[in-house]
């Protein structure tokens, strides 16, 4: 009932290490920085990529829900004298859930991408999602559907010439980020807002 700042200050105060895991870690460090310190922010992917970040920290918080049961496992693996809280209500669920669908639900976004870089070759920065996650994600798509190619080497794209529609789900990414879409929608759903 304290409110998350109330929970945040009171970690800190023990003096022992804080892993903060939320949705996405730019954002909510633009968010929390004027207002609270003393802790690690760290989001749901980079934990995921490297779950022995936890491994030092006393204390991991969920400030924003897992968006898949792997994700809350890793509040619960490593060493058993770690506390993990789960700090999230209705407003953290709400940003959770579009954060998810910004990196994982592609289909507009790589149509809007497409078209933009189709008609405009050198707009490269204009037509990619803000998120560097989708970004990355939109590349990949374009890139194994053959619509864009992309020399890694020298980070350049070119767009070849238009060959009719194609379904994206030939992409492997595209197939995984909508079977992950879907699994943190069953997920996220249900989730209800923890008590701090």
């Known amino acids: 009932g304290a409110g998350l700042a109330g929970v945040l200050a009171g970690l800190v105060a023990t003096g022992e290490p804080v892993l903060v895991v939320c949705a996405d870690a730019r954002r909510r460090r633009e968010h929390l920085a004027e207002r609270l310190g003393g802790f690690t922010l760290c989001s749901w992917r980079g934990l995921e990529c490297a779950p022995d970040l936890a491994d030092t920290y006393t204390h991991l918080v969920a400030l924003d ?85 992309l020399d890694r080497s020298t980070l350049t794209l070119s767009v070849p010439p238009f060959g009719g529609r194609t379904e994206l789900e030939r992409s492997p990414t595209f197939a995984a980020c909508s079977r992950r879409q879907e699994e943190a929608f069953t997920w996220l759903r249900p989730a209800q807002p923890q008590a701090a």
């Open 65 to 149: 829900p897992p968006a898949h049961p792997a994700q809350r496992a890793l509040l619960r693996r490593g060493d058993p004298a770690t506390m993990a809280h789960e700090a999230w209500g209705e407003p953290e669920l709400g940003f959770s859930v579009h954060v998810h669908d910004e990196q994982h639900a592609l289909r507009d976004q790589l149509t809007a991408a497409y078209r933009l870089l189709r008609d405009t070759p050198g707009e490269l920065p204009a037509a990619l999602p803000a998120s560097a996650v989708a970004a990355a994600r939109v590349l990949a798509v374009l890139d194994e559907l053959g619509l864009v190619s």
